[in-house]
C-alpha cells in the first residue's frame, strides 16, 4: 500500500470510529465536526506534502524497520542528515498551516522508544525492542498517526507519585494480569489525540524505587475501550462556528489540545514497552524531550515564517513597509526566528548514533532550543502586534460586512494603500490576531512555553549536560591554581 | 447633586438612547446585552469608588471650575501631586477590574484641550479656552463619562490628508455654517464610546498649513444625530454569551473598543474648541499624549497587579509557590510591574504648571513611561504563561464539568494541592488565560502596544525631548575639544 | 563657616594627613598622587556646584540640624521633594564629572542613621540620635565629606558571622570599655574613602540574637589611629600615570575604590550609634539600602548623559548620525537612561516621613530603581560600542600622535568628517572606552551590578515588600473564590 | 615538512623580521617584547593543538590544494562537515587560550578569495584563481598565518570612497606597472597582524563602476617593503607590563589588535587575486562576512566557556555555588552561550557546495549567528559579574601582597569558603575582570559588537536573505487573497 493522502487519512480517521467530548457534548462524526475539522485539516497537510512533487522528497524516506518508503513523520532517524531533514520538514509544515499540525510528537515519542527499548533489551533481556518494532512496523505499512502521551495531571506538585491523595493522578498500573495490565489515569495536554490512530504513552518523569506501577510505557489504538476524550478549548475558539467569515484567522487549519483519560483500560503484553523498570524512565523521558525539544525548532519556525509574512503584508498594505523602523522590526523578527531553527538544525547536526541504530539529537542544544522557543515567539508577536497596529483588537466583526449600514463605512474607512481589497486587508490582521492573541496563540504562545515540558525542565538540563566542572578545570590549568 | 454611584451611571447611560452596530446586529438596549455590560460594570466600578470609604479620599477632588467636588476622573488635575494621585486612581482601578476601565482617554483629552485652548485664546484672541470651561463644567456637574477620540483611520500611512484618495480618510469639516460645522470621518479604536456620554474629538496628529480643514476639536454628546458606532470583535469575545461559566475568564469586568463614524455631523459653534489653527495641533496632540502616555503607567499597572495576583495563587494551588524558580519569575514580574509604576509616577512628579493653571506631565518620562509599557506587559504574560502552566491552551470547557462522564473526570484530574477546588483552579486558570491570551489580552497586550500611540511614536517624542545637543556640549566642555 | 569650595576641600583634605597603600607604596601624599587626584577633583565638583550659580540653588539647603544653609550632600532629607531634589543633584554631577564622585555612600548612611537612632532612642532609651545630630552637625558645619562604610569580608558566604573560620570577617567589637569600644574588622568597596574626612560604618545586614558583637555602628574620623587604606586597582588605571595624553578617556575626573582595615581601633562612646541591637541591624541596613538604591536612580544617570553625549558626538565626526540606525539606538539609550531616573525620581514622589523628621524613599521603588540600574547600563555600553566603532578596541596610543612616522599617519587616516579634528575624535573615543571597557566602567558597569548591593539583595526586598498576599486576596474577590 | 609547533611558529615569527611602532616606540623584535608576546603564545596554541593528541584529528586535514595534511586553520573547507570542524576547533581554542587567537580572519578570507576567484576566472577569463591557488599551496606547506585584511578607515561614512577628501581613505591602487600595482592607504582593526606571515588584503565593500580602483584583492607578506605597523591600545594592557604579577588577568595568552599603513606598497601581478572587478566585490565581502561572521559561533564561545568556568569556579570559592539564584545565573549564561553555538553550527550544517569545489556557510544564518554575537557577551558579562562580586572592580593590586603591612592583611580579609587560597581566588577574580572589563574585553565585548562587521551589517544581510517575498505569497495563498 502507497502512502496516503490527506483525504485517505481523513477518510481512515472517519472510520476509526472516535468519540469525544466537546464543548460539553458528545461528538461522535469528529472529522465533520467544525471545531475540528481545521486541526484534521492540518494533519492531512503532512500527508498531502508527501505526494506534492515539490516536497514529496522531502516527506518520503525509506525506512528499514518497515522495508519500505514511509513518510518521514513515521520514521526512526538514522543519521544527523535525517534529524535536518525532520526540522526541515517541520518548518516546511509550519508555514504551510500557520498552525501546529499535531504529528510531532508521535513521531517523537517513537523515536524515544525505539531506542531505548533496545537499551532496556541488551540490559535486562527484556523483549520491548521487538514488540515496538512490530507495532510501529505497523503503523508505518498503514502511514498511521501516533499520539505521543506523555504529561500527567501531577496533583500537587511538591509531591511525588506515591504521596499524592489520589494515586491516580499520575498514570499507573492497577493490575497486572497474564496476557497484560489494567492502567489507570490521565494524559493532559494531548496535542491532535482524537486526530491519530495510536497513542504511544511515556512516563512523565524520572521514577525512583517504590514508583514503578508508574513506570510503563505501551501503544494503544486511540478507539480501545475504556479511552476517552476530553476536547480543550482555545482562545476565540468558537469563531470556528461562526460559519465562513473571516473572523478565524486562519481559514483553512488549527490545533487540537485534549484531555485524555484512560479508566482502567486493558493494555496487551504486546504492546507494553516499559513495565516497572524505573531506572529507565529517566532516560526515556529525556530522549522524548530531546527529539521533541528540536523539533520546535522547525515547527515553530515555519509557524514564524507566517506570521512574519502576514507582517511584512498588512505593513505594506498599510503603505509603511519603506518605513525603516518597521523593515528593523521585520528584520528582528526573522533574526529571533532563524535563532530558534539554528538551534534545531545544530541540536540536529551534533545528532549521536544510538546502538538501536538510530540517531539522537544532541541533549544540550535540544534544550537549548527549546529555551529560546520559549521566549522569542513572545518578541515576534510584539512585534508584530507593533506593526499590524491596534485595529489587531478593535477591528469589526466580518458580520458587519453584510449590514447595509456599517458595511459600505467598514469598507470606506479601513481603505488603506491604492489597490488594497479592505477584505483582504482585514484577513490579515485576522490571521496576525489569530497568532498573537487568538486560537493560534494555543500553539504559538503558549504551547511554545509548555510542550516539550516547561522553562524550568530545559534549565535543569542545560545545567546537567553543560561540563560545568570541566570547564572550571579549564580555568584551573590556565591560571596554574594551587 | 451629589456624584453619581455605578448603579446611577449605568442608568444614565440606559436613558441616553445610544444604539450601536454589535457582531452584525444593531442593538438598542446597550447597558443589558451581555457583550457590552461587562464593560458598563467597568466604568460604573470608577463611580462606585468615589462612595466606597477606603478609596473615596483618592477619588474625589474639588474643582474650581464647576467649584464643587467631582469624581477625579472628570478634574483639570493642577499640580503634581494631583497627577501622582491620578496614576494612584487608575492603578486602583485596573487592580479592581482586571482589565481597561474606559474612563482615562476623555480625562486625558480634556485636561489636554483645557490647557491647550487657553494658550490659543491668548495667541489668537479666540474663546475656545471658555467654550471648553463651559463645556466641561457641565460634564463634572453631570458626573459624566467622556471618550477622548483621536485616531483617524488614515489610508494610505505614507500619504499626508490631503494626498488621501478618499479625503475622509481623516475626520474633517465638510461645510462651515454660521452657527457651526458639518463634519465627516471617522475614529477607529475607540476605547468605552458606547459607555459614554460625551465625546471629546481631536486631531490625530501635527497638521500643516492647507490642512486646516481636518484641524478641528469638538465636544458632542455620544446620541448625536450622525454618529455611528460599530462595536470591535476581541479575542474570545463570545465567551460572554456563553451564560456564567466560568471560562469567560474575568467574571465581572471586561473592556470595550468601537469604531466611530461621523456621517456629516453637525457640531454647534459653542462645542468647538478648535476649527482651522493647524499650528496648534502638534502642541494639542502631544499633551494629550503625554497626559494618556502617564496614566498607562496607573492603569496597565493594575491589571498587572491582577496577573501578577492570578499567578501567585495558582502557584500555591499547583503546590509550588516555595520552588525558587516560581519565586523569582513572580518577583520579576512584580519589578517590571513597579518599573512602569515608577514611570507613570515620575512622569507626574516632573510635572509642569501650565499657563491655563493645570499641570502637565512631563513630556519625556510620560513618553518613556509608555514606551516601557508597549514591552514589559509581554515578559509579564510570558511569566505568567509561565508559572501557570499548559492547561492555559488545553483547559476542559467550563460545560464539560456538567456532563455526567466528563464533569468527575475533571474533577478528578484536574485535582491539585490540598484544600483547593478544582472549580476555582479553573477559574484562576481562566483570568489568566483572558489576560495572556484572551479577551483581557486586547487591553493588556495589545492596547498596550498601540493605545496612546505605536512605539515609534514615543520613540520621536523621545529623541526630541532628550536635550541632544546640551549632552553633547557637555562632553565638549569635559574634554575640552577644539 | 561658609560652604567650602573645591580647592578649599582639596586643602581640607590635604591637612588631614591621610596615608595609604597606593600600587605597593605608601603614599602620603594623597592629593597630589596622580592616580587619586582625578578622584578628588571629582568629589571638588560636589563643593564647587554649591558656588556655581546655576546650580548652587539646587546644591544649598538649610538644615535644622546645624541650623544653617549646607551643602545638599550633608542635608538629612526632610520631604519628597527634597528626595527629589538629591536625585537631581546627584545626576548633575554625573553628567559633570562622568564618573563616580564619591558622597552618595556617605550622605546615605547619615541620613539611615538619623532615622533609626531615633527609633532606636524612642523603644530602648537609648542616646544614639543624640549622638549622631551632635556628630552630624559638625560635619555639616566643617563641611566634610563622610565615607559610608558598609561591607564585610563576609568569608564564605554560605556561613554567619559566628561561623566563620575567622571572626573578623565581619567587622566586631573586640573589646568594650567604659570610655569606648576597640573594633576590628574590615570594610571592603569603600568608595572615595581617602578622600574623605569622616567614617560612618554600618553592619553589612541583618543579624540575630548571638551577633551582637557585630551590630556596630560609628563615627569616626578617617585620620583616626588603625585605620589603613589598601587603594583597590581598577581597569586601565595607571594611564593616569602616562602624563597628560588623552589616553586616560576622561582627561579629569575618576573614582577610587579602596580597602578598609580597622585594626584594633578605638571608638569613643560618643561617636557609637548602635552596639548590641541586634533586631535594628536590619531596619538600619534596608533604611540605607533604600536612600542609596535610590541614589543610583539620579548618579547613573548623570553618567548615561555624558555616555549618551559622547555617543551621539561620535556618530556626528564619524558622519552617520543622520543614518536611521544610529538615531534609533542613540534613542534606546535615552530611553533607557530616563527609565531609570524615573525609578528614582518614583521612589522620592512616594517617600514617607519619619518619627525622626526626615523622609525615606519609597522601600519597593528604591530597590526596583537599583535592580534596573544592574541591567541597564550594559545595554547602554553595549549600543554607545556599537555606534562608535571597533576603533574602541584598536586605536593607537596617544603616544602614537607624536612619532614622526605614525603621527602623520594616524592623523591621516582617522580622518572622519569634515571639519572635524582627529585628535578630538580620538578623545571621544578614549571617554567611550574609560566608560565601556576602562576605568570608568568600574564605575558604570561593575559598580551598577553591586554598589548598594547586588541584584539578589533588591530581589528579596521586592519580594517582601510587593503585598503579594493583598494581590491574591483581590483576585480570589474578584473570581469569588470559595 | 610537517606541520611547525608553536615554538617553531614563533621561531619563524623572529625570523621573518617584523617591526611595529608600540606605545610610541619602534619595537625590532616583536616576540620578545612583553605587550606582544602573549599573542604570540595565543596564536602559537593554535600550532601546538595540531600536535596535541587529544585534538590533532580536529585540527589536521589533508588539504586536495597543496596535496598533504595541513593545519585546519590554513584549510579550504570542502563539505558542511568540515565546516562544522572549524567551529569546534575555534571553540576549542577560545577555551583555551581566553581570548582571541588571531587566526580566523585570514583562513576565512582565503576560503572567501578561493571561491569567489574560480567564479571571476569562469565569467571572465582571468587566472585569479589560478595564482590563488599557488599562493595559498604555499602558505599550506609553510604552514604559516595570514591576517585577513578588510577594514578600510573609511572617513566620512557618509560618503562613498571617490567622494573623499583624501582619496587614500579607502585603500587603493594609485599606480599600475606591467609586472604589478602600486597600492596605498591603511586597513585598521587588523587582529594579530604582526604575529601574521602574509596578508591578505580584500576590498571594504561592495563597489560600483567608477570605483574600479578601490576594488583591489592581493597576498602579501608582512615583510613587504612600504607596510608599517601601529600597535593598538587594550583596556588595562599596560598591566602585561607589570612583571608577574597577578593583575594581568589571563597570565598566558592575549590579543592582538594593528592599524596597518600601506604606503605606495609594490604588489605583483601573481599575487593579485582581484583587479578592478568592481562587480565581483560585493560577492566576495559577502562570502568573507559568512565564513567570518560563522567562525564567531566557535571562538566567543570558546572564550565564553573560559568565563563561565570560572564565574562556576569563583561562586565555589565564595561559597555561593548551591544559591539558586547563581545557579539559574550559569545556567543562563551556558544557554546564551550555546546558542550562540548552535548558530554557528547551523549555518554550517546548511553549508553549500561551491563550484570552486569549496563550501560556503550559509549566509543568513552566519548573519544571525553574528548578530546573536554582538548581543549575548554582554549579558554573559553582566551575569559574571554579577556572580563575581564587587571585588572586580575594587581588589588591591597583586603588588600589595608583597607589602609587610597590607600584604598580612589582604590575605586575611579575602579569605573565602575554606580551603581557598586567597592569591588563587584573585587570580580567579583578575580573570574574570580582564574578560568583562580589561584587556580581554576588547575581543569579548567590542570585537563581538565590530568584529566581522558591525551589528547592521548583518541586520541588512538578515533582511535581503530572508525570503520575505515568499513569506508574503505563502500568506496570500493561506489565505486565499484578490
Known sequence: MGLKTGREYIDSLRAWGLEAQVMGQAVRDLPGHPLISPSLRAVAA????????????????????????????????????ELISKVKMLRHCGGLTGCCFQRCAGMDAANAVFNTTFEIDRER????????????????????????????????RSKRPTEQADLDLFLRVVERKSDGVIVRGAKLH???????????????????????????CFGLPTNAPGVHFIYGRQASDTRKLEGDGLDVGNPVFGGQEVMTVFDDVFVPQERIFLNGEVEFCGRLVERFAAYHRQSYGGCKVGVGDVLIGATALIARMNGVDRASHVRDKIVEMIHLNETLFACGLAAAALGRATPAGGCEADLLLANVCKLNVTRFPYEIARLATDVAGGLLGTMPPARALDDPVTGPYIRKYLAAAEGVEVVDRMKVLRLIENLVAGAGSVAYLIESVHGAGPPQAQRIMIGRQAGLEAKMARVRRLLKLS
Request: aromatic residues 8%; charged residues 25%.
Open 46 to 81: 503532512t500527508y498531502d506534502c508527501a505526494h506534492d512533487e515539490a516536497t514529496r522528497a522531502l516527506f518520503r524516506v525509506v525506512s528499514p524497520l518497515a522495508d519500505q518508503e514511509v513518510n518521514r513523520f513515521t520514521h526512526m532517524h538514522g543519521s544527523p542528515e
Open 125 to 156: 533481556g527484556t523483549e520491548y525492542h521487538r514488540r515496538f518494532r512490530d507495532f510501529w512496523a505497523q503503523v508505518q505499512r498503514a502511514d498511521q498517526v501516533a499520539a505521543g502521551c506523555m504529561t500527567d495531571p501531577k496533583g500537587d
Open 190 to 216: 494531548q496535542t491532535g489525540m482524537v486526530n491519530s490512530h495510536q497513542i504511544i504513552v511515556l512516563p512523565t518523569m524520572s521514577l525512583r524505587q517504590g514508583e514503578e506501577d508508574f513506570a510503563v
